[in-house]
């Protein structure tokens, strides 16, 4: 069997995850079966045998990212996905994930929470722990896709962006986007872009951390003759540790700058309708999809609205934020939580912005977005 | 179009949920999402398949108010039979649904699908049958994009079984809207 399912399909966004994973060349899945993520874990126990991966149930969702860790660690493109409490098992392994930087993709099909919450419905509200779950200070890196078809192509991205800047990356999708079905295109393996980690040129004096001016130090694999060392604690360039002030702000200092100075490349969004937009919808995953029809008929009856529907959540594309709120009087924020990106929002606009909320277990609908977008209208 | 399929676990609402969308998606080029809900019971538990279709880019993906009904059980039916458009149109399977609760003017057609995959000597193809017969009453998907779909997403070794079902619950489909 092929890695890459060329050809068109009616495939499960769940599913469509899985073969992005295979198509970006990923070989090893670690994993803890947990609804509604579990299709994406069926499919690799099927599929990764067949392509000459490997994929293991492990006991856990601790020991499901770190066997994903190590398996980075060997030099093999790596993911694991969850849903929310799985999740918040995961958050230690994440911080070891960002601190030793080792690339993974880690995929969150978020159901509603707190806790056990709703195993079979869909929410968005785990969106802040991906951003701060984690103990420490790092910066996240999260695609949010809103069809089947981005389920597959922001699975490549998640990966590619993983293995450029070293860092594990999220794929925050939802439980209506992971569970619904839809025509999705693969293209010829020639025609998927696929990046892979940098890596050292000479074991003569190389130091496992020791970045290059891009911040992003080169990464020899385990076994492969280097010397290297990987930890947890914060540690210097050759990787040991090292547990003072000025060794901890150079580390943070570098790990933070790795993703902010390269962010205006990292982040991506798409724009409907904005150039004129008197309000501005901004929304991601499954509720771009509601905010997409009621800012369509909106403009039907003639209110200019727009819609900022973004592709990373984090990091948030801030300057585009600030851009629009020159010229927009207010922002509409939908999403299936409590408000968690709205105040996000908020931080960047200057106008006024209205928050459209739903606590999860369903589809937040177009009408609640238009009633909003009508009250600031006026 | 949206096109409403309800029954129980285990009778392959979904899978006959999926059929219709890639027969739409792939072999009609139109657009089509499929969702679904079910409860937590592996077998039996009341379970709801929604397609929409469209010529468009679908924004909304979720079903809201069906143009097509197709009901193959009492509590499916119970559920979902006044949720439906003026205009559109109710499927049930005869022999599992009494719809003599349904007080709308919509056309009712009683579809044996159940019963035909009884006498094939295979129950399991009920939702094929059913299939065969929805796409020989209305205008949802065409009979040569549906023969494709069901091919491409039965188990190796059962398309003969899944032909004959669809083209039985095809041929009295389209006597029902004859008569």
């Known amino acids: ?43 690799m126990a099927l599929r990764l045998p067949q392509v000459g991966g490997h994929y293991i149930q492990m006991e856990d969702e601790i020991g499901s990212l770190a066997a994903v860790l190590g398996a980075s660690c060997a030099g093999v493109k790596s993911m694991t996905a969850t849903s929310g409490p799985g999740f918040s098992l995961m958050q230690e392994n994440i911080g070891l994930g960002i ?10 099909v978020q159901r509603g929470g707190p806790s056990t ?117 914060t540690h210097d360039a050759r990787g040991y540790p090292v547990i003072d002030e000025e060794t901890q702000h150079e580390m943070v200092t570098r790990l933070i700058e790795k993703i902010r100075r390269h962010a205006p490349k990292i982040w991506e969004f798409e724009e409907v309708m904005t150039e004129d937009a008197d309000i501005v919808v901004v929304s991601y995953g499954a509720a771009s999809r509601s905010a997409g029809r009621a800012v ?49 929002v908020e931080r960047f606009a200057s106008g006024r912005v209205l928050s459209v909320t739903h606590a999860g277990g369903g589809m937040l609908s177009p009408e609640a977005v238009l009633q909003k977008i009508k009250e600031v209208a006026k | 179009m949206e096109v409403r399929l309800g029954g129980f676990g285990g009778q392959g609402i979904i899978l006959a949920g999926f059929i219709l969308g890639k027969a739409v998606a792939i072999y009609e080029k139109k657009e089509a999402v499929q969702t679904q ?13 929604d397609v929409i279709i469209s010529d468009e880019d679908i924004n909304y993906p979720m079903g809201t108010v069906p143009d097509v009904l197709v009901l193959m059980s009492q509590d499916a039916f119970n559920e979902n039979h006044d949720k439906i458009a003026g205009d559109a149109i109710l499927i049930v399977d005869e022999d599992l649904v009494d719809a003599s609760a349904f007080r709308k003017k919509n056309k009712v057609f ?18 094929i049958v059913m299939l065969g017969f929805l796409t020989g009453v209305a205008d949802v998907v065409s009979h040569d994009a549906m023969k494709k779909s069901i091919l491409d997403s039965v188990p190796k070794g059962t ?12 041929e009295h489909g389209k006597n029902s809207v004859a008569n």
């Open chain 2, 159 to 170: 398309e003969d079984l899944n032909l004959e079902a669809f083209e039985k619950g095809y």
């Open chain 1, 1 to 43: 069997m092929k890695a890459v399912l060329t050809g068109s399909h009616f495939m499960l966004g769940d599913i469509a995850c899985a073969e992005g994973a295979l198509a970006a060349g990923c070989k090893f899945f670690g994993g803890y079966p947990i609804t509604p993520a579990t299709e994406t874990a069926e499919r």
């Open chain 1, 99 to 108: 601190v030793t930087e080792t690339p993974c993709v880690i995929v969150n």
């Open chain 1, 117 to 233: 919450g709703l195993p079979t419905l869909a929410g968005q509200a785990d969106m802040m722990q991906a951003k701060w779950g984690s103990h420490g200070d790092y910066e996240a890196i999260a695609y949010v896709p809103n069809s089947c078809q981005e389920m597959f192509d922001f699975t490549i991205k998640a990966f590619n962006t993983a293995e450029k800047y070293r860092q594990p990356v999220f794929v925050m999708a939802d439980e209506i986007i992971g569970h619904m079905t839809e025509r999705v295109v693969i293209p010829g393996p020639k025609k998927i872009k696929l990046v892979s980690r940098k890596r050292p040129k000479r074991k003569k004096n190389y130091l496992p951390f020791k970045p290059d001016k891009d911040l992003i130090p080169p990464m020899a694999l385990a076994g492969e003759g280097y010397g290297i060392h990987v930890t947890g604690l």
């Open chain 2, 110 to 127: 009683k579809a044996p699908a159940t019963r035909i995959a009884e006498e094939m000597g295979k129950k399991i193809v009920a939702n």
């Open chain 1, 296 to 344: 369509n008929i909106a403009r039907k009856e003639g209110i200019k609205a727009g819609l900022m529907r973004l592709i990373t959540v984090w990091p948030f594309p801030e300057k585009r934020i600030k851009e629009l709120a020159e010229s927009a009087k207010a922002f509409v924020v939908p999403e299936i939580n409590m408000g968690q990106i709205s105040r996000e």
């Open chain 2, 37 to 49: 809900s079910y409860g937590p019971e592996a077998r039996g538990g009341s379970c709801l398949a």
